[in-house]
């Protein structure tokens, strides 16, 4: 089981703009690096044996049950996936587990024989790298510039676990800051709390 400490905060579609001509250098910024730039379409379907968000706290079900199909440009690719998800301070602390998926359908068929149902689907377009501050360079995030069901975005992760937590928290605010990002305005919903909402 990985440990993934993540960030995620709205923006304006200025900002948005600003942080897509950064991120593909377009405009030149001194104080990020980034590589591995690819844009990524995912699809997330969430599986649940319950109808509210209420049910499923009251019934201790694992707060994520997801079926991910993904294309990065290179093909499709599926992973089923749990997580167990806290948040601390504003911040999402998560627990999870997932696999590769040969056939999402025998999963989606297994979901109803078994009396689960799809709950909610969000579908992220995002441009995806990994960042680090320039003085900082030993701290490296993953960084996702995004719309969320037409909803712009930023998401930072870490996902090692060889740094104390707020380490980590400093370290991906750090790099929200450097990109003109207030950290204080982070949105610890859930996506499903969010585009609900």
């Known amino acids: 089981m990985s440990r993934e400490i993540e960030l995620k905060v709205p923006l304006t579609l200025e900002q948005f703009e600003r942080i897509q001509k950064i991120l593909t250098q377009k405009e030149q910024f001194s104080s990020i690096n980034i590589r591995g730039l690819s844009h990524i379409l995912k699809s997330d379907e969430y599986f ?3 109808h509210t968000h209420e049910e499923r706290i009251k019934n ?5 049950i997801r079926l991910r199909t993904e294309n990065d440009g290179k093909g499709e690719k599926s992973f089923f996936c749990i997580k167990r998800k806290t948040i601390e301070n504003g911040v999402e602390f998560n627990s999870e587990k997932e696999t590769f998926v040969e056939d999402a359908d025998v999963l989606r068929d297994f979901f109803e024989a078994s009396g689960f149902i799809k709950w909610f689907e969000k579908k992220k377009d995002a441009l995806s790298v990994y960042a680090t501050v320039s003085e900082n360079s030993d701290f490296e995030a993953h960084l996702e510039l995004e ?5 712009p975005y930023i998401e930072i992760e870490y996902t090692k676990e060889d740094l104390p937590a707020d380490q980590v928290r400093a370290g991906l605010e750090k790099i929200l800051l450097a990109l003109g990002v207030d950290p204080k305005k982070r949105d610890s ?3 499903a709390e969010i585009l609900e909402s």
């Open 48 to 50: 649940s044996r319950y």
């Open 60 to 64: 201790k079900e694992l707060r994520v």
């Open 147 to 151: 719309k969320v069901n037409s909803l």
């Open 189 to 191: 919903r859930s996506w």
